[in-house]
T-cell receptor, first 112, second 112 residues
Framework: AQSVAQPEDQVNVAEGNPLTVKCTYSVSGNPYLFWYVQYPNRGLQFLLKYITGDNLVKGSYGFEAEFNKSQTSFHLKKPSALVSDSALYFCAAYTGRRALTFGSGTRLQVQP | SQTIHQWPATLVQPVGSPLSLECTVEGTSNPNLYWYRQAAGRGLQLLFYSVGIGQISSEVPQNLSASRPQDRQFILSSKKLLLSDSGFYLC???????????FGPGTRLLVL
């Protein structure tokens, strides 16, 4: 069965510091991987995706993600966190059944 | 550009009452459409998806149903709501054959 794991319920980081939100996957075949962000009482916003090619994917708002096939990981990163980055982040994998399998979400708290 | 609308934004309904949530997409034709439920502000559960008018696939058996009466309209319904139906309902779309899903603003449903 396909699955996506986000091992951290919450990540705390100080403003200006680098941030990492972790994601690992278990998907058969070549994975399509995504990161979405959700602000309170809002829908999910697409940040970035990995389909093929360069393992470092750049997305919206200065975020990037690194695909690591040997570790089956797709961690979200940002060199310098902003307070406005505080939100709920979801990793997802496309299963080829016209559906996305989501991780459980990681709440990012950036402290001023 | 494409936009996705959901209404109502918030709904409070008594147990046993009917439900109708609506989702419409603008700026695209023949999209794939999806209904998700997010419980307790965390994980997303795919409820239904549709690849065309009148074509609905159900992922989880429950007292909810979905319909697609028009190309860009997706409706989530129930004849009798349960307490456990409370949650945040998200509609999403993707292009035909596409893997990236774009989400609407969501409807918060509280069943009392």
């Amino acid at each position: 069965a396909q699955s996506v794991a986000q091992p951290e319920d919450q990540v705390n980081v100080a403003e200006g510091n680098p941030l990492t939100v972790k994601c690992t996957y278990s998907v058969s075949g070549n994975p399509y991987l995504f990161w979405y962000v959700q602000y309170p009482n809002r829908g999910l916003q697409f940040l970035l995706k990995y389909i093929t090619g360069d393992n470092l994917v750049k997305g919206s708002y200065g975020f990037e993600a690194e695909f690591n096939k040997s570790q089956t990981s797709f961690h979200l990163k940002k060199p310098s966190a902003l307070v406005s980055d505080s939100a709920l982040y979801f990793c997802a994998a496309y299963t080829g059944r016209r559906a996305l399998t989501f991780g459980s979400g990681t709440r990012l708290q950036v402290q001023p | 550009s494409q936009t996705i609308h959901q209404w109502p934004a918030t709904l409070v309904q008594p147990v046993g009452s009917p439900l109708s949530l609506e989702c419409t997409v603008e700026g695209t034709s023949n999209p794939n459409l999806y209904w998700y439920r997010q419980a307790a502000g965390r994980g997303l559960q795919l409820l239904f998806y549709s690849v065309g008018i009148g074509q609905i696939s159900s992922e989880v058996p429950q007292n909810l149903s979905a319909s697609r009466p028009q190309d860009r309209q997706f409706i989530l319904s129930s004849k009798k709501l349960l307490l456990s139906d409370s949650g945040f309902y998200l509609c999403a779309w993707s292009v035909t054959g596409g893997e990236t899903q774009y989400f609407g603003p969501g409807t918060r449903l509280l069943v009392l």
